[in-house]
């Protein structure tokens, strides 16, 4: 009989790209070159300089914040001229057809079925232990339109295809190779109850009936998703989903989103998902300042990989009940505090 291993925190992976400029590489400073935004010049690592202008920016007053160094050439605000993302047509067909949603009155059914086997099911064990819980979709068809058309923009806007699932792709890392009995110190088996409700809830996507978020976009942060109504505590927000690669595939990526699938006891043999090229609405969820005081406070979503039929997943759940309109927050950096944040909101 298998036996559940202490949860695994995830760690969002961000590898750095090398810095631009450096204050001990060539003997050259930074004493000439100052930030538009603060007048500084001090941080002479993070300073970086538009490739038509010449002026200079810190990583960290950029808005939304730069984690690091872009490779290849890099233009200011000013010489770009960023405008609001286009908003994706808010009409039915354009929008079934973007995610690829299918309408059936049996998979309806079904899905009532489960329902109701759930609650039975629920009742019965809730004294042993608390059970997640499939998101509640907006009962208002126009609204869940709104609600998908606004990840359609940030999907758009970042030249992502949208996916649902994790995808394997020629010349990355094959489906085989996700198995979590390779992670170091094993991995929390999700229970079988719980595979149920997250096949609800990746069936309910499937219809249309997204979970209950919009993706804004936020002059200071970026995208980023909040509530659009209440959610309780232990429900599944998402799965974090993407291209699965090896990680030492990736140990140059320029990509900020890179996920922890596996943690290998070999490392030649750790996974991650990097979501770039197809994702969900997991990629726009933004993360808490591990340096700040106030940063775990905004924290109401956790990120833990399961063990789900012998393959690695990455659920995004909710760790305290969530207002509407609240923003979704979650730590990027697990056990090797790797990723960047000291400059986050």
Known sequence: MAVAKPTTMVLRRRTRAPKRYSEDEDGWGCDDVYCERCGSGDFGSKLLLCDKCDKGYH????????????KGSWFCPSCTNIKQPQLFPLVQTKIVDFFRIRRSSESMENQSNIKKRKRACSLAVSKRKRKLLAYNPTEDPQRRLEQMASLATALKASGTEYSDGLTYRPGMALRSANCAALEKGGMQILPKEDIETLNLCKKMM??????????????????????????????????????????????????DSMMTLLHASNPSKSLVICPDKRSNIARFVN???????????????????????????????????????????????????????????
């Open 59 to 70: 990583l960290f007053c950029l808005r939304p914040i730069l984690v690091s160094v872009p």
């Open 206 to 255: 499937e219809k249309g009936e997204c979970p209950p978020l919009m993706v804004v976009f936020d002059p200071v942060e970026g995208f980023t998703v909040q509530a659009d109504r209440y959610i309780k505590d232990l429900t599944i927000i998402t799965e974090y989903v993407g291209d699965v690669d090896y990680l030492k595939n990736r140990e140059n990526d320029d990509g």
């Open 287 to 345: 993360g808490i300042n591990n340096f700040s005081p106030d940063g775990r406070k905004k924290q109401n979503v956790k990120c833990v990989r399961y063990d789900v039929n012998g393959e690695c997943r990455v659920l995004l759940i909710a760790n305290r009940d969530i207002r509407k309109g609240e923003r979704l927050y979650y730590d990027y950096n697990g056990y090797e505090h790797e990723y960047p944040t000291e400059h986050f909101v």
